[in-house]
């Protein structure tokens, strides 16, 4: 019942996360790039630091243990995704600083100059990062 | 409050944090924030956490 209940709060929490972009997107308020960019960041290090807080305790328990080691086994995926991000800037004009929307972000197929994410790995990254919420914390 | 209810308000308070250091900022201020944050995670490397 505790496990039931707790799936339905973090499933809440990630519904809430997405009435967030949404309601970005409806009012005008796109997410660009650089913002994802700086979300997925935080996510990753107050992740990190959390499992580092815990496999750097003497007081954790095994089954605090166990769960931070699959965190890092999740952060070991996310980290290489994660450095390499650069927001994709606009193809056309590299100098124009274009918001992209998470949807835009997510299926752009054609060219992009400078450094940026493929859609695939865009997805890889989302996937693991709902992974950890997914989780749950310490 | 139980521990899912925390992680729940956890990670709604940590979402909108992230989302809200963005907000009414200039593109330079953004590109600050995103090589800061992007610095912070090239130096938390997952093979420097203990193995066990």
Avoid at chain 1, 23 to 39: E, N, P, R, S, Y
Avoid at chain 1, 44 to 64: F, P, R
Avoid at chain 2, 16 to 43: C, F, H, P
Wanted: charged share 20%; proline share 4%; net charge neutral.
């Amino acid at each position: 019942m505790r496990m039931h209940n707790r799936t339905n709060l973090v499933l809440f929490a990630l519904l809430a996360v997405l009435v967030m972009v949404s309601a970005c997107a409806t009012t005008g308020q796109t997410l660009t790039a650089k913002q994802q960019g700086i979300i997925w960041g935080s996510t990753y290090i107050s992740e990190y630091d959390s499992v580092k807080d815990v496999l750097s305790s003497s007081t954790s328990t095994v089954a605090q243990r166990e769960l931070a080691l699959k965190k890092k086994d999740i952060l070991t995926k996310a980290w290489p995704l994660i450095k390499d991000f650069n927001a994709p800037v606009d193809p056309i004009n590299p100098a124009t600083l274009k918001p992209w929307t998470r949807t835009e972000l997510m299926f752009y197929t054609g060219p992009i100059t400078g450094y940026a994410m493929s859609t695939v790995k865009v997805n890889e990254l989302i996937k693991l990062l709902e992974d950890l919420a997914t989780l749950g914390g310490k | 409050m139980g521990d899912a209810a925390i992680i729940v308000v956890r990670l709604i308070v940590e979402g909108w944090a992230a989302y809200a250091r963005t907000q009414g900022k200039t593109e330079a201020e953004i590109n600050t924030i995103l090589s800061q944050v992007i610095n912070d995670v090239i130096s938390r490397d997952p093979a420097d956490l203990p193995d066990k």
